[in-house]
């Protein structure tokens, strides 16, 4: 499906609610798993990368229960135990978050599983999670090319190994896999940091999730990661179902923030704050600097662009807020002097090559760009009509949708690819004009 953009009137007032957060919600369904008793999640994001990783544990052998239209799920924790039986088929799709969580859990379990994903999450970087996991012991099979999906979890020696190498640069999430399992390691678990990159955003997310489940992390300088032996997690504690409530998804949340900076319009995302654990909150940072006025209000923040559209260009390092790298592209054409980006070369490994992405993107449209490993410099310009193409990745689908709220012109190719994490964006856009308030 093609989306034709039709731009904004400018000046307008609106109130947006997104669905919650894709990092806490499959983070809270590996935790509810891991746990002893009943967990039920509320606020739970449903898209094509969730429901994954509900299916997939129900695969597994867990108990999940869904309740789409009230946004719920009850899961039945095994107390830090996997099913186990006849070797099955667990497929993680192109979610990130399942295949590097479930692929974590599964392996330090000590069973058999034959992990199979989309020929998108294939070329995904896998190595330095399944080196990290050989060394602890577990036994794989890969069975087209040897890292990546898919391969054979062939069980898991026990071989008294309780620390671990690991290297982040091509994805935070390693890290974070080893973390949420690693109470599965009867003796505890170490990990040493051996990479360059010092952004963990996603990182302290998982330490603090963890923490509400009851299970402490201690970093040991700025490098080392310990989990204790001995913990467990459990969040129902004397209540018969523990309760844990999804924050909203300030990734997507910054797409509105987005078009209020581009069309001179006030806009509130419901129920976001600054107390935020995600890493995108620091976006709106980005936005005060570039000339929007940010505040915060009893049920949501509120952004409000500039008059006459006096956006401003920005040098911004990004590593640890990378995801919002493409709807600050989206917005630069529109700045008073040149944007760069810097500190985001990861996000060449990530559902497309993004670096690249954006800055072909941005050329076909017009718009002087300069492409470097490790980022971008976009020039300010005359937008010209055209074509979007997106690369079967959701965040260039969003995000370059900013520009077609104040050019006509401006089609989206494969719009639906945004299901992987707000299955109805282009429907909200669509009714921005028609209301004032808008639930996701």
């Not at 449903?46 to 597994?60: K, P």
């Not at 529109?334 to 980006?341: K, W």
């Not at 718009?367 to 976009?378: F, K, Q």
């Not at 639906?416 to 808008?438: G, Q």
């Amino acid at each position: 499906m093609n989306y034709p953009c039709k731009p904004l009137k400018k000046g307008k007032t609106y109130e947006v609610t997104v669905p919650g957060s894709k990092s806490i919600t499959n983070r809270a369904l590996l935790l509810g798993a891991l746990a002893s008793g009943k967990t039920e999640l509320r606020g739970v994001l449903f898209s094509n990368d969730s429901r994954v990783f509900m299916e997939a544990l129900e695969e597994i052998g867990f108990s999940v229960f869904v309740d789409e239209e009230k946004k719920r799920v009850q899961i039945q924790g095994m107390g830090g135990r996997v099913p186990q039986g006849e070797e099955k088929c667990i497929y993680v799709g192109s979610a990130g978050t399942a295949a590097r969580f479930l692929t974590a859990m599964l392996a330090l379990s000590g069973g058999t599983f034959l992990m199979e994903a989309s020929e998108q999450m294939k070329a995904r970087p896998m190595e330095p999670l399944l080196r990290a996991l050989e060394a602890l012991g577990v036994k794989f099979e890969y069975l087209e090319k040897k890292y990546a999906f898919p391969f054979r979890i062939c069980g898991k020696e026990e071989n008294g190994t309780k620390e671990v190498d690991l290297n982040i640069d091509a994805s935070s999430q390693f890290l974070s896999a080893l973390l949420l399992s690693a109470t599965m390691c009867e003796k505890g678990l170490m990990i040493h940091l051996t990479g360059t990159r010092d952004a963990r955003s996603y990182v302290h997310i998982s330490m603090k999730m963890m923490e509400e489940f009851g299970v402490h992390v201690e970093q040991r300088g700025e490098n080392r990661y310990y989990v204790a032996p001995g913990q467990r997690y459990e969040l129902a504690q004397k209540e018969e179902v523990g309760i844990f409530q999804v924050e909203p998804d300030v990734s997507a949340a910054c797409y509105f923030y987005g078009i209020a900076a581009l069309t001179e319009s006030k806009v509130k995302v419901r129920h976001v704050h600054f107390d935020s654990t995600q890493g995108d909150i620091r976006f709106l940072e980005v936005l005060k600097e570039m000339g929007c006025e940010i505040w915060e209000e009893k049920d949501g923040i509120v952004a409000k662009g500039p008059q006459k559209g006096k956006l401003r260009g920005i040098h911004v390092k990004m590593t640890d807020f990378s995801d919002q790298t493409m709807t600050l592209a989206a917005i630069a054409p529109f700045a008073t002097g040149e944007t760069v980006i810097d500190g985001v070369e990861h996000i060449r490994r990530q559902e497309s090559d993004r670096i690249h992405g954006i800055v072909t993107e941005l050329t076909k449209l017009g718009i002087r760009c300069e492409e470097r490993e490790d980022g971008m410099t976009i020039y300010p310009g005359k937008i010209v009509p055209g074509e979007v193409e997106t690369y079967d990745d959701h965040r260039m689908a969003m995000a370059f949708s900013l520009i077609g709220q104040v050019e006509e012109g401006i089609v989206i190719k494969d719009a639906e690819c945004c299901k992987k994490t707000f299955e109805n964006y282009f429907d909200v856009l669509t009714n921005l004009d028609l209301t004032t308030k808008i639930e996701a």
